[in-house]
């Protein structure tokens, strides 16, 4: 089994800054892409961004130009720079992998969530 952790979420005003972290943790795990997804009150899940294991990247239009998603492989670890934030953004923001876990038959992919953590943007 594998977890996804996230942290960074909290109240900030807009214009303000933040930064998710989210770490995989477990055993004999190989991650192919990992992403950020939102989640507003009474709104379905949406992508905001994604980034592959070589660094390719992608983003919701509403977010270009104001996050950026990186990653440190050696860490298993995602990264989301939120900047100039506004308080559309508000959400529970979430972690997703596609990881790949080791058995005797090789390895099995399957998708990831994280709990969620929560973004506040105060006007």
């Known amino acids: 089994q594998v977890q996804l952790v996230e942290s960074g979420g909290g109240l900030v005003q807009a214009g303000g800054s933040v930064r998710l972290s989210c770490v995989a943790s477990?055993?004999?795990?190989?991650?192919?892409?990992m992403g950020w997804y939102h989640q507003a009150p009474g709104k379905q899940r949406e992508l905001v961004a994604t980034?592959?294991?070589?660094?390719?990247?992608n983003y919701a239009d509403s977010v270009k130009g104001r996050f950026t998603i990186s990653r440190d492989n050696a860490k298993n670890t995602v990264y989301l720079q939120m900047n100039s934030l506004k308080p559309e953004d508000t959400a529970v923001y979430y972690c997703?992998?596609?990881?790949?876990?080791?058995?005797?038959?090789?390895?099995?992919?399957?998708?990831?969530w994280g709990q969620g953590t929560q973004v506040t943007v105060s006007s």
């Open positions: 980034i592959t294991n070589s660094g390719s990247t």
């Open positions: 477990g055993s004999n795990f190989r991650i192919n892409a």
């Open positions: 997703n992998a596609n990881v790949g876990e080791l058995s005797a038959y090789g390895y099995t992919w399957r998708e990831y």
